[in-house]
């Protein structure tokens, strides 16, 4: 299994996403718990949390979301995180890895 080095921009894409999450954080009814970063192969840095409820979205549905809303097409990286994870950064769930695969992995 190759090994993937985060770089400066992956770093800072993982800072936007705990900033999103720790501006949105709600511990008590658990609705936005979950904060997400897409860096567009153009630069441009799109940012979200998870909206939960009986028919919830994760926070990559409504990141990648925004960011076709805008126009984006061509995506670099994603990263989703939970600020009480051990290392902040959490893996997509199978929907969202499902998702991934068909709007983010050409």
């Known amino acids: 299994m190759e090994r993937y080095a985060l770089n400066e921009a992956d770093k800072r894409l993982i800072e936007i996403a705990l900033k999103v999450l720790k501006e949105n954080f709600d511990d008590g009814i658990y609705r936005h718990t979950v904060g997400c970063a897409v860096r567009c192969r153009n630069g441009h840095v ?11 979205s994760c926070a990559e549905y409504i990141t990648v979301g925004s960011a076709i809303s805008a126009g984006e097409r061509e995506f670099d990286t994603i990263v989703a995180v939970h600020e009480k994870h051990w290392n902040g950064v959490i893996p997509p769930c199978g929907n969202c890895r499902q998702m991934l695969y068909v709007y983010v992995i050409k």
């Open 46 to 56: 799109y940012q979200g949390v998870n909206c939960d409820g009986i028919h919830g």
